[in-house]
């Protein structure tokens, strides 16, 4: 069983930059797609940024340029940098693992990224 713990969220102003953090409870990355998603209130769940399991990553257009999403395998843990954060960037941020021996897919608790002056 694997546990992803998210942190870093937080109250932002537009234009300000805050780096999310996802600690997994193991050595996963080498056998898993790793994401991040963001769920508004009264929207849908939507990726956000994936890294493959040799470190590949894709970006949404909405936040190509501005965000960006890296690993550190010797702490077992993910991040997301988040820069020049506009109003519509709030959302619920989640980290996300997805086996690819299983398909199996683990989530995070969510941190709360709000952006507001």
Do not use: H
């Amino acid at each position: 069983q694997v546990q992803l713990v998210e942190s870093g969220g937080g109250l932002v102003q537009p234009g300000g930059s805050l780096r999310l953090s996802c600690a997994a409870s193991g050595s996963i990355f080498s056998v898993s797609i790793m994401g991040w998603y963001r769920q508004a209130p009264g929207k849908q769940r939507e990726l956000v940024a994936s890294m493959s399991n040799y470190g590949g990553t894709d970006y949404a257009d909405s936040v190509k340029g501005r965000f960006t999403f890296s690993r550190d395998n010797a702490k077992n843990s993910v991040y997301l940098q988040m820069n020049s954060l506009k109003p519509e960037d709030t959302a619920v941020y989640y980290c996300s693992a997805s086996r690819l021996d299983t398909g199996f897919i683990y989530w995070g608790q969510g941190t709360q990224v709000t952006v507001s002056s």
